[in-house]
């Protein structure tokens, strides 16, 4: 079985997520303490993907990049050599959704048309959430991106947002 390895960055603000979802699709776990990333962590999970009639072996080596307008001077350098990326929001405070075409040019301005995957995460606080379908969908429409809504507390559509990354990466080598 072919094997590849790929460079994928969560991005997106502070608080909204990103640690947990990848601790849910790494470890299958999730702690509801909060754990503030500094700088960033780096995680990897191998998967098999279709392409072409062929599984490929992808290891994705997923970069945890710490969210916040104070880190964002430094993140070009984590971006080189990504192959995609995931930009989160967390569902509850509409001010991340708005900071995901921000997330997604700078990513951009390092990575040209590199796939995204954009992510409304915390759908399992429901009576809290002030972001809906429709914003999401215009959101991940100026990204050229799938959208998910997810829960890295119950796991909604965790595995599904890695897997389309992974196909996307796959199509537009």
Known sequence: MPALQKKVCLLGDFAVGKTSLIRRYVEGKFEDKYLSTVGINVSRRSIALQHNSITLDMTMLIWDLAGGEKFDRMMSSYYRGATGAIIVCDLTRQ?????IMRYANDFWSVNPNT?????????DLVEACVITAEDLTLTAKRCEAPYFVS??????NVERIFDTLGYRILAAD
């Open 95 to 99: 001010e991340t959704l708005e900071a």
């Open 115 to 123: 796939p995204l995957v954009v992510v409304g995460n915390k759908a």
């Open 151 to 156: 829960s890295a507390k119950t796991g909604e």
